[in-house]
């Protein structure tokens, strides 16, 4: 952090730091990794790098940190060496390194300590002064009014309302027992907040920390994405045919099959709309990534989507499903320009 900004005029807790990461209030643990797996190679980073420790135990995730795709979305935005930018729920990395190369100030801030610890050995070895890396819960944070030209919120808008850990595999294919699943739901539902306000509450959170001529850059799967149609899971619960289902009986069916309620809400471009107009953001630009937000190809706006290539949709594996995709895709989205039905928003929305 230059000597022009610093910590305390973005963050109004006091933080301690220690190894390069700044601690304020914790929050839950979110990670694709078990806690285990986290802290054997934790304990290897700094001897082995983080790439050698990323190809040791987690090979498997190597493009969703390393991948020049994942910029994709952002690079929609004007960025600018000025700028302070706040990465919201950063884990690996995978946007905020590239995001700190641009020369503007970075914050990343994540719940998950055990991610930030690899972020960390990255900004070292990177020699990535203009970034600064919390752990903390966003939702408990105290950011300071108008301190950041740009916002980011890579899918993180869905876990907000999150009230278990998470360890992504055992969260979204967990099968309680029938008993279990009974028992769930013959308890009273929690009182917790719904989803939706708790959304709400936190982007008037996220608006008040923008400047008045700031952007909040929001990527989140679209609830309609035509692929759920088709049978593809909801990556939030790993159940097929859930995504567009009402929320209550999203619910019954999380409860039975998952044995909890079902919190991580996304979207239709409408409904996108009216939770940013909610929380206080007028001016809403939506942008539509294919095959998705993670690693955008096509990131087209409404005019744009004469521009649509099916080869972008049609990633996978089997021969079979990539040609139906292509299919589907060039009908759904080449022919009709069905917008509704894009896999991904990619928003950028601002207060004025
Ligand atoms: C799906 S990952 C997205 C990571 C990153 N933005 C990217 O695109 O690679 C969600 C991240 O949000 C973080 N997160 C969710 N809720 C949070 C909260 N209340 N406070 C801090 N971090 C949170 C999780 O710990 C996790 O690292």
Redesign the pocket.
Known sequence: MNTQTSLTDMIADSLELRDGIWYGEK??Y?SNLSREDNQSYIRELPQLGAKATLRKYFPQHEE?IFSPK?MGGVATLDLRPEDRIL?A????G??TVPLAYTGAQVVG????EE?LKFLAQRKAEEGLENLTLIN????KIALRAGSFDKIVL???LE??P?VENVEVNQFTTRRPGLWESLRRLRQRPPGHQSPREEQVRFLKKIAGALKDDGVLYLAIENRYDIYYFLGQKEPHCGIRFFSFLPHGLQNLVSLLLRGREFRNWTYSEGGLRSLLRDAGFTNVDVLYGFPGYHFPELVLQKEGMRFFRSAAMAQSPSRIKKAVKKIVSHTVFGIFKARALAPAFIVHARKI
Do not use: H
């Not at 903390?136 to 939702?139: F, R």
């Open positions: 929050g839950l979110w969703v994942r990465d729920g950063c884990m690996w995978a946007l801030i994540d719940q998950t991610s903390a819960d966003l939702k890579n899918g993180v876990w907000i999150e």
